[in-house]
């Protein structure tokens, strides 16, 4: 039996539309909790082999029997006689999750009509699940990127062929506050950037190199979003701790504790008396470990030193905590 004209108005344009929504599918639950006269209906998810969990649900719900769920066949209409009595149907899409429809109520059973109209919503929760996990896998993305991005110390924007901007990370958004009587020369030099196919430094404050680097992007298949011709780099600010983690450098270079906080200080732009002084080195000490600091960095020097680091995946954790290296009588290796 298809959908009558009044239950695609009432369900199925909610159920295609609430992909959208913050809490997914609300509406739908909603008009649909009323069509059958339910007492609680809702929506379990998984993602592959992950456990199944609430997506959004409208009234009580008892606990998930993961077994169950595993069990269920997709598109075929089940009926549970636990806490009340309930009809379930699943339904699968192509990148691995799934979802199961549940509508309960606390005392009458629900008719045949009931489940016959689970059983034609079932296509239709198919392709606005799959709508919605191809969203949340891109959200997923952008916030790894993002996170990404700022462990490198690094903001964005994104400018249309026109020189709007059309995103910009989380970072460069007080950038964006705080110049907004400059957004047009942002977009000049976005678009000139654009015309010369060639980077471009667009100042941002008196500070010597507080600057972005504009850079011009290959044409992207964006669809019906805008597509970006050129991307803003920006070199984020110098965080809470001078130079990388010696955490960090130990692991990265075989160190011991003490070469590695050396090495630290002298990326942070310490010379060897500084960082002796820093560290509570005499000088000599200081000019012994920075021997067996080059020799294991293969470096012939602070400035070779400070360019190996200044090269390795360190400086993408320059304010990331690490575990402590051992002092002299604690590291576990030998000194």
């Known amino acids: ?30 008009r649909l909790r009323r069509r059958v006269r339910a007492d609680a209906v809702g929506l379990v998810v998984r993602s592959g082999t992950a456990p199944w969990h609430w997506l959004n649900h409208l009234g009580p719900h008892p606990a998930l029997d993961q077994d169950r769920l595993i069990t269920l066949r997709p598109h075929r209409v089940y009926t549970d ?25 606390d005392h009458a059973d629900f008719t045949a009509a009931d489940g016959a109209l689970l059983a034609r919503l079932a296509p239709h929760l198919a392709i ?15 916030a790894i990127a993002e996170q990404a991005l700022g462990a490198s110390r690094t903001g964005w924007m994104a400018f249309a062929a026109d020189g709007r ?25 976005a678009i000139a950037c654009m015309a010369d196919q060639a980077p471009r430094i667009v100042h941002l404050g008196p500070e010597p190199g507080q600057a972005m680097l ?23 600010g110098r965080p809470r701790v001078d130079g990388p983690q010696p955490g960090l450098l130990a692991a990265l270079f075989g160190l011991t504790g003490s070469e590695a906080r050396l090495a630290a200080a002298i990326a942070g732009g310490a010379s060897l008396s500084e960082s002796a ?14 021997k067996r600091l ?13 360019r190996l680091i200044s090269a390795s995946v360190a400086r993408f954790a320059t304010g990331v905590p690490t575990p402590p290296v051992g002092n002299e009588a604690g590291d576990p290796r030998s000194e």
Do not use: C
Request: aromatic share 4%; net charge neutral.
């Open 277 to 290: 002084t820093r560290l509570g080195l005499t000088i000599e000490t200081a000019r012994n470990y920075s």
């Open 128 to 142: 606005a699940l799959r709508t919605r996990a191809t969203l949340d896998d891109a959200a997923s993305r952008a």
């Open 214 to 236: 504009l850079v011009p992007v290959l044409p992207v298949h964006a669809g019906l979003a805008p597509a970006p011709a050129a991307i803003g780099l920006i070199a984020l």
């Open 165 to 189: 901007i059309l995103a910009a990370s989380s970072s460069a958004e007080p950038l964006l506050e705080s110049r907004r009587a400059t957004a047009r020369q942002f977009a000049a030099d």
């Open 1 to 30: 039996m298809a959908m009558t004209r009044p239950d695609e108005t009432d369900l199925l344009l909610p159920l295609h539309d609430g992909a959208h929504e913050a809490a997914p599918f609300t509406l739908f639950l909603q």
């Open 294 to 306: 080059f020799a294991k960095t293969r470096t012939g020097g602070q400035v070779d030193l400070v």
């Open 81 to 105: 006689e636990g806490e009340g009595n309930s009809r379930l149907i699943r339904v699968d899409e192509p990148g691995g999750a799934a979802a199961v429809l549940v509508i309960r109520r």
